[in-house]
């Protein structure tokens, strides 16, 4: 075999590999997240505008991701095999950021590394079609068009981070660092024709976007939702919220993130090992801002769920690519071998050994991923396609599984019972539940799902639990059971506020 086939064979055999580890994901019910973007996405083909008919925080670039993959097959969970293609995008990307005079295996270290550690299943972090993927993927491309150290490159550069920030907004940090890339010359010097490109065509996605939202007159949604919302949402953590944050990753998260990775860490502490701020060590510095804009993406706000650390994976895979070249030679092989097996051997169990059912519960209990789908299917079967239905709850995938439309533009009511800004939009809910009449409510009663964090929120619950005695009658409920086994409907004629992971379903009477 011919040196020039090794690359593009290893990055293919990586990428199997990668479709190998994925596979225990793919059939999992959708998350909390990722129904609300399939829903949006639904409502925006439908005719709709996300934010404006349907509340999100998150930017729009998601939401064509989803729209666009819901028009290419029927299956809820399709934009999870996007989100396998965007991390081969990624780990090309990174294969391309290596300098061209290492050997392969120096090469293919940092792509097979990410298409490994992308996988882990610590959470929802290695099966789900987050935002965070695809940010990543645009994120990696900025940094190697920025690495071209032209003003064309730092134009295309600028317009790749500009699509990140439109994924996902914490994106910001890394593109920021990408940026720096872009006009930085060494030492002092800096380019400004670069420069300007760069800010140019990184403000040129989002204005593109702006004109969309303003042309339809959902401007002023877009902005109350994905950039205000958004800023609400990140500023909610206290001291005390900090601190739990803090003690879960440190006990919790990063043990089972180092039971994989710890290899990738070591080979990454080797190869920026002495590292000065130099034109010459441009590459390893990449690694270096990029894996700092990662971690903070991941640390903005202060709420540290597991698929925020993916934005770190790939300048983390990238820095240990540097360290395997630090090796050298058949030791190069053993760390690229060492980079590619051991996280999947530290979750063999999840990839290749547990049921459906089984790595849905061990991942993400008691988020009610199983009994969603089940009770979204139990809600198609009784409405009519012209019938709403309403979740109080962060359970936008019922809208999904079910096929019908939520009865207002919140799909998910943590906007409500977490960070409203007054009274106004608890009592605008209340008045649109009232004139829409949903056929079904389904209320979870599930602290995780509803996320009390306002005496305001709270006062909401309890005028929707009043609305509901008036106008609806409980049929029953479903239980998130801990172990996976059968998921009854179980009939009930009175809730039980103080029994959680629950599921009540009301009958409009």
């Excluded at 973007?37 to 925006?44: D, G, K, L, S, T």
């Excluded at 097996?341 to 459906?356: M, N, T």
């Excluded at 056929?439 to 009390?452: C, E, G, H, K, R």
């Amino acid at each position: 075999m011919t040196r020039r086939w090794i690359l593009p064979l290893g990055l293919a055999l990586a990428f199997g590999w990668h479709l190998a580890l994925r596979v225990h994901g793919v059939g999992l019910p959708l998350l909390s997240d990722e129904g609300e973007y399939a829903y949006a996405a639904r409502i925006w083909s439908e005719g709709g505008l996300p934010y404006r008919d349907v509340f999100n925080q998150k930017p729009p670039m998601i939401f064509a991701v989803y729209r666009l993959c819901a028009a290419l097959s029927s299956a809820p969970e399709s934009a999870r095999y996007a989100a396998m293609l965007a991390a081969f995008l990624t780990a090309l990307a990174l294969l391309l950021l290596t300098p061209k005079r290492w050997s392969p295996a120096e090469r293919l270290a940092a792509a097979a590394a990410y298409l490994t550690l992308s996988t882990m299943p610590v959470g929802d972090f290695g099966f789900a079609a987050n935002t965070e993927v695809f940010a990543a993927a645009f994120a990696a491309w900025a940094f190697w068009a920025a690495s071209r150290q032209t003003a064309r490159h730092a134009a295309l550069s600028g317009l790749l981070a500009g699509a990140a920030l439109m994924t996902k907004q914490t994106a910001l940090w890394p593109v920021a660092a990408a940026g720096f890339f872009a006009v930085w010359r060494g030492g002092r010097r800096w380019d400004p024709k670069a420069a300007s490109a760069f800010a140019a065509s990184a403000a040129a996605i989002p204005l593109i976007w702006a004109a969309y939202f303003a042309a339809r007159g959902g401007l002023g949604y877009f902005w109350d939702c994905a950039v205000a919302g958004n800023m609400r949402y990140a500023g909610l953590a206290g001291w005390s919220a900090a601190a739990e944050q803090g003690r879960f990753f440190a006990l919790d998260l990063a043990p089972a993130f180092l039971k994989g990775s710890w290899p990738a860490w070591a080979l990454a502490l080797l190869g920026l090992k002495g590292v000065t701020a130099d034109w010459e060590n441009r590459g390893q510095l990449i690694a270096v801002l990029w894996l700092a804009g990662g971690l903070l993406a991941a640390a903005t706000g202060l709420l540290l769920f597991p698929h925020y650390f993916l934005q770190a994976a790939p300048p983390l895979c990238l820095a240990a690519a540097y360290g395997a070249a630090r090796l050298g030679g058949k030791r190069a092989w053993a760390a690229l071998a060492a980079l590619a097996l051991v996280p999947a051997a530290a979750g063999a169990g999840f990839y290749f050994g547990k049921s459906r059912e089984a790595v849905a519960k061990d991942l993400l209990y008691p988020s009610p991923l199983l009994e969603n789908e089940r009770l979204g299917a139990w809600l198609g079967q009784r409405t009519s396609p012209a019938d709403t239905i309403w979740v109080f709850g962060s359970e936008p995938a019922l809208y999904v599984y079910s096929g019908r439309r939520a009865a207002t533009r919140h799909d998910f009511v943590y906007p409500l019972t977490m960070f409203p800004k007054n009274a106004e939009p608890l009592e605008r809910e209340l008045a649109d539940l009232r004139a829409a009449k949903p056929a079904y409510v389904v209320y979870v009663n599930q602290p995780i799902s509803t996320l009390f964090g306002s005496t305001l929120g709270l006062r909401f619950r309890d005028a929707v639990r009043a609305w509901l005695a008036a106008d609806y009658r409980l049929e029953g409920y479903v239980a998130v059971e801990r172990e996976p086994g059968p998921i009854p409907f179980v009939a009930a004629d009175a809730p039980d506020w103080r029994a959680g992971n629950r599921l009540y379903v009301f009958r409009r009477r």
